[in-house]
């Protein structure tokens, strides 16, 4: 049997969910023996494979149209999905522009900002998607495992990637399960 | 009692225990959050829910009474799924976001729920409606977006703290919890006790002055005794690396049901005097830094000059704030090993306890009375702690008679607010009693009574009615009323009423039984000392000193008094010492070290028993029998 493909993607992060990843340290061996890693945003496979991996996971809110492509993406190439960390699976600190607003997120952001001069404006190119409210992964798409955590810890990040490296679907309770 | 069974277990509860007190004895746990011993069952948040046989619907086990053959189930599938709904409503209703919440990883029930449920994440998200924050208090934040309605702060104001600031607003989703009538905590009558931040089971209300110090888990608790009245409450002290960070009320204490008052509770967190750690003494005008030896060789050498000299010899004052063991060192030395007529303390002037049959009067009584008659005493004010117990009384009817000349905040709330002339209280609550138990020869008339304090005679006579009809009345003598204090005793020894004698200073009921109970005052002494530890002196105790010769002052901090000093022996604060203190009731509680003192700073009873040696003066007896209490209540 050939080794499991697995691929992952940011959305609206930090990055500090797969720098929890990193933190596995030398770990990252015993899951690469284990397992096919492919495109992740630290490799230079930047897309999952047309053909499908078995494991997606992805970190990050859906703040914007480009997030949501990237999500459906890895659901329609992707067998089992996963949301890691608290962005993924509550919307998290990015969130917190739902409470004002993403117009005026954008304005205080991009003009008001003591820094800006006159001129500030806020940024419109097509190739930049366009600003949404903010949404947790599974109010875009179906979500298999959720592993909160702002960041999960990287002990429960290595037993979710050695629970699936070995076919199985990690359970997180206990000791394992934090929201922050 | 009642014999009924939870999972399978057999239990056995007093008539009247709910479901989920029997639970919790039973060592079973049934996630609730509106739910606190210490209120009434309320049957809100619904997170308490069980299964039991033959009722059809799921049951609040916290407003259930266990009934006799009860079978209850408190974690079948059906149980367990109507729970994780009930979160996953809470958690969709408002915003509550753990990753910047300072109760999160143990201090919050709403996440401990949620994760004693293995929630992973919230089926139905936020609507995202923003909520208010309001900022405008000096000790809290409370922010709406983290409240989950479980109405435990409004039920802590009303039930334990009969403040009523807190209340909601509106119904269903559009419920808020509001202060007053919808104004900002920091304009309304709240008083500041912090009880509703220490009940609050999410983190809705955020305390400024611990919030992200330190989890539960992460700092120290030590179970002690507050030192700001002569209530004496139970507290726990929170420390991390040897810093403060909380005072709570402690749940358990016999004294205060953990509530604590804003001197309790904010005031050792709002310190921000100056601490003295190192001996000083002064040299060319200034105060210097001094070792311990010539710091007491000098004070030693002052003192035995001027021991067993009379009005020219040492003034000695030591503050109530002092534990028993230091106050009656401070006696034995001062008073009697060097003969000062003037060693007091600085509750001298203040109110004794009131003893009664050998007994002081139990706090206890005033949570049973149906009458409270107040002396002589803002309970708003000083003393809140006892204020509480009678506020939260008067929605069940209990009768509140004030009888003070001055200015006092019960007057508002009395059903009979009475202002007899100056020094005529004593005439008039004999006045009252009298007529009260009908006509008694030996005792004046109402005419009489009324006519010598200036109160009204239907007045006098409608409080000796409700005095008389009351089942469990109570009095409670305040400092207003010392002049009275003696006779009231002997009054209510005749007519069975209990009296509850407040004291000034957390040790000021030990300072009375020391004999330290003159006022301070300063006539022609040549020397002073103070034994003022961490206490604020009073107003006017530096000017008062300005004259005397010499002034030794023992103290923590800096103030005007250790400014004029010629010599400062720095000691312990309250949260560093270890000792006892007797409260208004007579119960001895002990004060237990929560922070280690800083090097160079010595016990208060450290350093009299280094001047007691240096003057060849044994300190000998026991501080506890020398209390002379019949009952040592602990």
């Not at chain 1, 702002?150 to 929201?179: F, M, N, T």
């Not at chain 2, 204490?253 to 309790?264: F, S, Y």
């Not at chain 2, 200073?505 to 002073?528: E, I, M, P, R």
């Not at chain 2, 000392?529 to 002034?551: H, I, K």
């Amino acid at each position: 049997m050939s080794k499991p493909k697995i691929s992952s993607d940011w959305l609206a992060v930090c990055s500090g969910c797969h720098m929890s990843l990193l933190d596995i340290d030398e770990r990252i061996v015993e899951i690469a023996k284990l397992v096919d890693i492919r495109s992740t945003p630290i490799t230079d496979l930047k897309e999952p494979d047309e053909d499908g991996v078995d494991v997606g996971i992805l970190s990050g809110a859906v703040n914007m149209t480009t997030h949501e492509e990237v999500a459906k993406r890895m659901r329609e190439r992707c067998k089992i999905l996963v949301a890691l960390g608290d962005c993924a699976v509550f919307g998290g600190v990015v969130a917190m522009r739902n409470l004002c607003g993403t117009e005026e997120a954008l304005r205080r952001a991009y003009v008001e900002t003591e820094s800006t001069d006159d001129e500030g404006k806020i940024p419109s190119s097509p190739e930049l998607g366009k600003p949404t409210p903010v949404r947790a992964l599974h109010e875009v798409v179906k979500v298999d495992v959720f592993v909160p955590g702002c960041p999960p810890d990287a002990d429960v990040i290595y037993y979710v990637l050695s629970e699936l490296a070995q076919g199985r679907i990690p359970e997180i309770k206990d000791e394992k399960l934090h929201w922050h | 009692m009642i014999r009924f069974t939870i999972d399978g277990q057999q239990v056995e509860v007093p008539e009247g225990t709910t479901v989920l007190r029997a639970a919790d004895q039973a060592g079973i746990y049934i996630p609730r959050l509106c739910d606190h011993p210490s209120l009434t069952p309320y049957g809100g948040c619904r997170l308490c829910i069980v299964e039991v046989e033959g009722i059809p619907t799921l049951q609040t086990s916290c407003t259930l009474q266990a009934r006799d053959g009860m079978v209850v189930y408190t974690n079948t599938p059906k149980v367990r799924e109507a729970r994780e709904f009930v979160l996953t409503m809470l958690f969709s209703e408002r915003n509550h976001f753990c990753m910047y919440c300072q109760e999160s990883g143990g201090d919050c029930e709403l996440q401990s729920a949620a994760y004693g449920e293995d929630m992973t994440h919230w089926p139905i998200q936020p609507n995202w409606h923003p909520y208010p924050v309001d900022a405008s208090h000096p000790d809290f934040v409370l922010d709406h977006n983290r409240c989950v309605l479980c109405r435990r702060c409004v039920r802590a104001c009303a039930e334990l703290v009969g403040n009523f600031t807190l209340n909601v607003r509106d119904r269903g989703s559009k419920t808020m919890i509001i202060a007053d009538l919808d104004v900002p905590l920091g304009e309304s009558s709240c008083i500041n006790c912090g009880t509703c931040v220490q009940i609050c089971p999410t983190g809705a209300f955020i305390d400024r002055h611990s919030a992200y110090l330190g989890l539960d888990a992460e700092v120290e608790q030590t179970p002690s005794v507050c030192v700001g009245c002569s209530v004496g409450c139970g507290i726990e002290i929170a420390t991390r690396d040897n810093h403060l960070v909380r005072v709570d009320g402690d749940w358990e204490a016999p004294v205060n049901d953990g509530l604590l008052c804003e001197v309790g509770r904010y005031q050792p967190v709002r310190d921000e005097r100056k601490r003295i750690v190192t001996p000083l003494i002064r040299k060319d005008g200034s105060l210097q830094e001094a070792t311990w030896d010539e710091a007491l060789n000098l004070v030693a050498e002052k003192l035995k000059s001027l021991a067993g000299r009379g009005s020219d010899g040492i003034a000695a004052l030591a503050s109530t704030r002092l534990p028993a063991e230091a106050l009656y060192f401070f006696q034995q030395l001062f008073a009697e090993g060097l003969g000062s007529e003037m060693a007091t303390s600085t509750d001298g002037h203040a109110a004794r306890s009131v003893i009664v049959n050998g007994q002081a009067g139990s706090l206890e009584a005033l949570k049973t009375a149906d009458c409270v008659i107040v002396l002589g005493e803002d309970l708003v004010k000083d003393h809140q702690v006892a204020g509480f117990f009678v506020k939260r009384a008067l929605p069940q009817g209990t009768r509140l008679i004030v009888i003070d000349s001055g200015e006092n905040a019960l007057h508002e709330l009395a059903n009979y607010s009475l202002r007899p002339r100056p020094e005529t209280i004593r005439d008039l609550v004999a006045g009252i009693l009298a007529a009260s138990k009908g006509s008694d020869p030996s005792q004046p008339d109402v005419a009489t009574t009324s006519q010598r304090t200036g109160v009204d005679a239907d007045t006098i006579q409608a409080v000796a009615q409700v005095i008389a009809l009351a089942q469990n009345p109570v009095f409670v003598c305040g400092a207003g009323a010392a002049e009275a204090a003696e006779e009231l005793a002997k009054l209510a020894t005749s007519f069975e009423i209990p009296v509850i004698g407040l004291g000034g200073g957390a040790n000021s009921f030990a300072a009375a039984k020391y004999g330290l109970d003159k006022a301070f005052t300063v006539n022609g002494q040549q020397a002073a000392y103070l034994a003022l530890g961490d206490d604020n002196p009073a107003q006017d105790l530096a000017q008062q000193l300005a004259n005397v010769p010499f002034v030794a002052v023992q103290a923590s901090y800096v103030s005007p008094v250790t400014d004029i000093a010629d010599v400062v022996l720095p000691v312990e604060i309250w949260a560093e010492l270890e000792g006892h203190y007797v409260n208004l009731e007579g119960r001895v509680q002990e004060a237990r070290r929560a922070l280690t003192p800083p090097a160079g700073v010595r016990s208060n009873t450290e350093v009299l028993q280094a001047l007691a040696q240096r003057l060849g003066i044994a300190l000998d007896g026991n501080w506890l029998a020398e209390l002379g209490l019949e009952t040592v209540v602990a």
